[in-house]
Structures are given as structure tokens and as C-alpha cells.
């Protein structure tokens, strides 16, 4: 079965300081795309970082990274210097690509609190 | 540039009636995916349209309808409407079909609908 499982429904954090989001996933397929998204209070989707699974380096976008670790089945987000901005819901996803499917399977989340 | 839009931001339905949501995609955009969100939950794929057709579906009973038009536009139709279809539904658009390729898809912010 294809899944996405994060672990840590609520964190808090302390503004500037780094954080990680637990992503863990499973998939029969050799081939797979994996995605962080942040969903601020307004509803809308807003993709962070991406992560092939035949890409050599980690993925990094500005303050995110993404911590791959193919053998562990993990895909952890890093964000570095927390800002409040970033309090919001996280969602990891993962997109197979063995059938060249398009739909995109999320994990349930994690809502991340920055305090001042 | 405008983003991905969806119209009504909110509605309000009862059991059994019908609803229809719209969404307009990124400007040159040609495939619209359909998510449903519900509350505490990630997105759940529903289906995807490209080329006017369905071409993918997710695991959505037959209430669950949809359509695009020649400008790439799209409607969800939802009939018989249960309770348990409140929710927010989340419109993505992206180019052509992803296949076995990273493929960005860009989300809209979503029409929350509650049915009583």
C-alpha cells in the first residue's frame, strides 16, 4: 500500500530556531516523488520542496531541506530559522511514478506554532 | 499572472441536494487535478481531467463528477450530497500530464463546503 505517515499532529517552536517535520512513507514503486506542501490558514496549498528518489543530493530551497533517507523510507522537512510566517499546517506527499500517475497521496499533517 | 482560483469560497448545502464548484487554472495550464481535504485530514485525490476527459480517478463513488471545458476550465459536481462530503475541495492545475516526471501541481484555495 501506498501511505504517508507523519507523526507529530501539533509542534511549537520557538521563533529563529530550527525545526523538523517527521515524514515517513511507503511505496512498492522503485521510482516516486516526494513533496512537502504548507497550508496557511487560508486554505490554499503551497509547495515547499520536492525530492526524487534517484536524486543523489538532498533537496534544499531557500530555509527548507529536505532530509532524505531512502533506506529509512523517511522524507524530513528542515526548516532553518523559524520565522512566525511559518506557522501553518505541513503536509508530506508522495507521488509514484511506476503507473505515470498524477494523483498526489498526503500525509495528515503536522500544524507547527512558531512563538515570538 | 493569475493563480489557480475556485469560486464559491463557501457553501452551504443539505443532505441530498446537488453542488457544483468551479476552477479556473494557472494561466497555461492545461490539466486540472481535484482534491478533497476534510477536516484534520490531508487531500484526497478525486480525480484529474486533461484534454476535456477524465483521466485518472481516485477511490470517489459516482456522485463524484466533474468536467472541463475548452478554455481548461473545470467543475466538481457532487450529487445526493452526504454529510460526511463537507469538506474542503482543493483544485490544483498543472501542464500536461506529470507521467513518470516531476510535475508541479499548483493548488487554489479551495471551496469549503459544509452540508447540514
Known amino acids: 500500500a501506498q501511505k504517508i505517515t507523519q507523526t507529530q499532529p501539533g509542534m511549537f517552536v520557538q521563533e529563529k530556531e530550527a525545526v523538523t517535520l517527521d515524514c515517513t512513507y511507503d511505496t512498492s514503486d522503485p521510482s516516486y516523488g516526494l513533496f512537502w506542501y504548507k497550508q496557511p490558514s487560508s486554505g490554499e496549498m503551497i509547495f515547499l520542496i520536492y525530492?526524487?528518489?534517484?536524486?543523489?543530493q538532498n533537496a534544499t530551497e531557500g530555509r527548507y531541506s529536505l532530509n532524505f533517507q531512502k533506506a529509512r523510507k523517511s522524507a524530513n522537512l528542515v526548516i532553518s530559522a523559524s520565522q512566525l510566517g511559518d506557522s501553518a499546517m505541513y503536509f508530506c506527499a508522495m507521488r509514484p511514478f511506476m503507473n505515470r500517475d498524477d494523483k498526489i497521496i498526503f500525509g495528515k499533517g503536522t500544524r507547527l506554532h512558531i512563538l515570538p | 499572472d493569475a493563480g489557480v482560483t475556485q469560486s464559491p469560497t463557501h457553501l452551504i448545502k443539505t443532505r441530498g441536494q446537488q453542488v457544483t464548484l468551479r476552477c479556473s487554472p494557472k494561466?497555461?495550464?492545461?490539466?486540472v487535478s481535484w482534491y478533497q481535504q476534510a477536516l484534520g485530514q490531508g487531500p484526497q485525490f478525486i480525480f484529474q481531467?486533461?484534454?476535456?476527459?477524465?483521466?485518472q480517478r481516485g477511490n470517489f463513488p459516482d456522485r463524484f463528477s466533474g468536467h472541463q471545458f475548452p478554455n481548461y476550465s473545470s467543475e466538481l459536481n457532487v450529487n445526493a450530497l452526504l454529510l460526511g462530503d463537507s469538506a474542503l475541495y482543493l483544485c490544483?492545475?498543472?501542464?500536461?500530464?506529470?507521467?513518470?516526471?516531476?510535475?508541479?501541481?499548483?493548488f487554489g484555495p479551495g471551496t469549503r463546503l459544509t452540508v447540514l
Open positions: 525530492q526524487g528518489s534517484y536524486d543523489q
Open positions: 481531467y486533461y484534454e476535456e476527459e477524465e483521466r
Open positions: 490544483a492545475s498543472s501542464f500536461g500530464l506529470a507521467g513518470g516526471r516531476f510535475n508541479e501541481q499548483f
Open positions: 494561466s497555461g495550464h492545461d490539466t
